[in-house]
């Protein structure tokens, strides 16, 4: 059945029916939909788990209880799964096991750049890496049985071009895969040194069996033209953009498994062209290799190792250094310089209200990754830092060891719901244990928004929508150690300035959970649109402080966009000559 | 393994030579506009159209952060073979924008001879809203009288008058469809694909109106 289909789909309907039996994931962009795709099959095991270690350790015991699995993360989610990762080379698998890793050159959704191929290196375990949906779905679905023949997880790489980008795959019927036995095996699954001793040289020796696979695999091919001027070893969405530029006209090794890789298929290769040249987004882990291997190539000096290629930064690099291109593309004109649309909070966002509350009595604040990030931009410009999920609450901690007092009244650490199931709670255990007077706000906005809502340990369903048990946030944090725990709504400007304050005066750690639910939420009606009154409205600017998209500036006064503004209310309150208002009636409706 | 991978390779050369004489060239879009305007959904409508219709088509969505009231950008290509799944510089054939701003933004896109169909709406962006800058007058006159071959009209008064000021984005494709020689009643059905059946009533009228906008 012929099928459009975005590469996580794809990836999705490989794994289906390649016989997968549980997938345990925590969602990331650009990797999210992998998981969502297979939980519409109600035959199999589905799963938001609160991390990616949690979910690579759930796939590793549905494997060694015998059933095909899977998980799947963005690039940075392989960071916290790389525990169970290495190990899980040594132990091998019982039923093939799949990692999905999606990495994001340029950064569309991310706050690094990491590339995954390194872990695969590292952990030596093979990588696949697909150009295009067909593919993904073929090389998913394959890699069961790769995982299965070779004793090994197998690590499945994609990049945002390739998850997000749609092509025509042709998908095929599910495989009936029975599970297998579950045998007690000390010597495979339990690596204490003296296991894992024996363990490694049998690590050592299949990565070697792999690379004789490299040389002779579906994943690699080679594509000769006539032309021997030149030829390019390329992988992924490069491979794509090379195609595009030169069609058939030229030679290209495609790279499918990037770990381990060959080394005669790439001498042979090498040795028909009179000049090679790698093509590979990110770090040169192609190219380090074919240098190891002693052979003359072009790669980084002219292909960026920062951010996404395509078919035009490729052109101008082959340019440059001397290669004629079949077809240079006329553009009408030059695009005329135009403001910056960079994103922001959504109209009626319950962290806006919170985030007015820090900025007006200039707070220090902490921020952790999600929707909430956004608050860094202007005009609130209301975070300190970002790092990584679950870092803030770790970090007001080491933040106000070092600086005592002086910053314990006035910092705050801001997390989400989902991102503190993940990982803020240990490091809630970790201010309350190693007792500095730090305050947290939980910015509960009861889904995990920014991957584009999917459900949390806290919001009472599961990755079905099936009622599940909830995490009661605020008994779980008195539970880890913190007295003052309180609730307010964030809508109400009032309340929350009381509660920062108080709190931030008080003389124990605290935690402030800001509970409203994203508007997004197919639940959350909105409002009737607010307006203001011209007369009233005496240009002070003070609603536009806040930063909320509905509001503008136009003929000297404020004016609400009524195709935007839900009603929240939050300006209303900002608003010293009650210009901002409506049908109250109406929005209580 | 291998042998069947070459086997492969050899067939789609031969597929390619035989089809050399008729190939079809890639024909470029681009949907640009804000993150909450219902690109996504303009993408795919195109995609399952496109696909219908036998040709290989590739789609460039943009999920997660930038879809957060950002300027966003949606590629769809079709053709014979088409390779990469994005569009660069001076090879765009249409640019739909969602917006007046965001036309300007991807307007170097445009291979000459292309066209851009533009919504009129006014959407002022985060710094424009702050006072950082300036939301540009006239900036549509300006691209036209750069030669730029500009098609621009309100979407969003004929969306509200169907119903919603959503149903903006299919306003939008009906307009489009008028320009392609795609039969309507092959871009109803494959609205009638994508769109959810609660909502396809008012889709309809959204599209019909920006067909004969």
Not at chain 1, 29 to 57: C, G, M, Q, R, Y
Not at chain 1, 74 to 87: E, M, Q, R, Y
Not at chain 1, 95 to 108: F, N, Q, S, T
Not at chain 1, 528 to 547: E, F, Q
């Amino acid at each position: 059945m012929k099928k459009l289909l975005i590469g996580n789909e794809a990836v999705a309907w490989g794994l289906y029916n390649g016989g997968i039996g549980l997938v345990s994931s925590y969602p990331g962009t650009p990797s999210t939909e992998i998981t969502e795709f297979l939980a519409k099959h109600d035959d199999i095991h589905s799963e938001w788990a609160p991390n990616e270690k949690v979910a690579t350790e759930v796939a590793f015991g549905a494997s060694m209880a015998g059933m095909r699995s899977a998980c799947a993360m963005k690039h940075v989610g392989l960071n916290v799964a790389a525990d169970p990762l290495f190990t899980m080379s040594y132990t091998g698998i019982t039923a093939g096991m799949v990692i999905c890793v999606a990495d994001d050159p340029a950064m569309h959704s991310s706050q690094n750049e990491q590339d995954s191929r390194h872990y695969a290196i590292a952990a030596k375990v093979p990588m696949l890496e697909p150009s295009d949906s067909a593919e993904a779905y073929e090389f998913a679905k394959s890699a069961f049985a790769l995982s299965e023949e070779y004793d090994t997880p197998v690590l499945f790489r994609m990049c945002t071009r390739i998850a997000h980008s749609q092509c025509v795959v042709d998908v095929g019927e599910r495989e009936n895969v029975p599970m297998k036995d579950y045998v007690k095996q000390p010597s495979k699954y339990i690596m204490m040194p003296g296991y894992a001793k024996l363990k490694h040289p049998i690590v050592e020796a299949r990565t070697e069996k792999l690379k004789e696979l490299a040389e002779n695999c579906v994943y690699n091919r080679v594509e000769l033209a006539d032309n021997d001027e030149f030829g390019i070893i390329t992988s992924g969405c490069s491979y794509l953009y090379v195609k595009e530029i030169f069609g058939d006209s030229v030679s290209v090794l495609k790279i499918g498994m990037p770990n381990p890789l060959p080394e005669k298929l790439i001498r042979d290769f090498a040795a028909k062209v009179k000049k090679l040249y790698v093509i590979e987004e990110l770090d040169p882990v192609l190219e380090n290799h074919i240098r190891a291997l002693g052979i003359e190539v072009k790669g980084k000096e002219l292909f960026s190792a920062i951010g996404e290629f395509s078919q035009k930064t490729i052109r101008e690099a082959l340019q440059s250094d001397g290669i004629a291109i079949p077809e240079i593309p006329e553009a009408q004109g030059e695009a005329p310089a135009v403001p910056g649309r960079p994103p922001m909070m959504c109209s009626g966002c319950p962290h806006r209200g919170m985030y007015y509350t820090l900025v007006k009595n200039h707070i220090t604040v902490i921020g952790d990754i999600g929707c909430y990030t956004l608050g860094a931009v202007a005009p609130l410009n209301a975070l300190d830092s970002t790092l990584c999920m679950g870092a803030s609450v770790s970090g007001i901690h080491g933040f106000n060891a070092a600086r005592g007092a002086e910053t314990e009244k006035k910092t705050v650490a801001v997390i989400g719901d989902s991102t503190f199931m993940h990982s803020g709670m240990t490091g809630l255990v970790n201010i309350a244990y190693n007792a500095t007077n730090s305050t947290v706000i939980i910015l509960d906005n009861s889904i995990t928004g920014m991957t584009g809502h999917q459900q949390n340990p806290t919001t009472g369903y599961n990755i079905k929508g099936d009622p599940a048990a909830k995490v009661d946030l605020e008994a779980l944090c008195r539970a880890l150690g913190i007295n003052r725990v309180r609730v307010v709504d964030p809508y109400d400007l009032k309340a929350c300035e009381e509660a920062v304050l108080e709190e931030l005066a008080a003389e124990e750690p605290s935690v402030i959970i800001s509970r409203r639910p994203c508007v997004l939420l197919k639940y959350v009606k909105p409002k009737t649109p607010l307006t203001v009154d011209r007369d009233k409205c005496h240009a002070c600017r003070k609603c536009m402080k806040m930063g909320c998209p509905s509001i503008s500036f136009k003929d000297g006064k404020a004016q609400i966009d009524r195709t935007l503004c839900v009603g929240c209310g939050v300006c209303e309150q900002l608003c010293a000559f009650g210009a901002i208002g409506g049908n109250k009636d109406e929005r209580c409706q | 393994m291998n042998n069947r991978t070459q086997q492969a390779a050899a067939q789609m050369r031969d597929n390619c030579e035989l089809r050399e004489s008729k190939m079809e060239k890639t024909t470029s879009v681009m949907i640009v506009g804000v993150g909450g305007q219902g690109s996504l959904l303009a993408s795919r409508l195109l995609g399952t159209l496109l696909t219908d219709e036998g040709y290989d088509v590739k789609v460039s969505e943009v999920h997660g952060m930038s879809q957060r009231g950002g300027s966003v950008v949606t590629y769809v290509r079709f053709g014979d073979k088409v390779y990469s799944p994005i569009v660069t510089e001076g090879e765009c054939d249409y640019i739909i924008s969602f917006e007046k701003l965001e036309a300007a933004r991807y307007a170097g896109c445009l291979r000459k001879g292309g066209k851009i169909i533009v919504n009129t709406q006014q959407i002022d962006p985060m710094p424009v809203i702050t006072g950082a800058a300036e939301y540009p007058e006239n900036v549509l006159e300006d691209l036209k009288a750069k030669g730029f071959d500009i098609d621009d009209f309100d979407a969003l008064g004929p969306a509200m008058e169907a119903g919603s000021a959503k149903s903006v984005n299919i306003v939008l494709m009906g307009h489009f469809a008028a320009c392609t020689e795609i039969p309507k009643e092959k871009w109803i059905e494959a609205l009638k694909k994508v769109i959810n059946p609660k909502f396809l009533d008012m889709n309809l009228i959204a599209f019909e109106k920006g067909f004969s906008a």
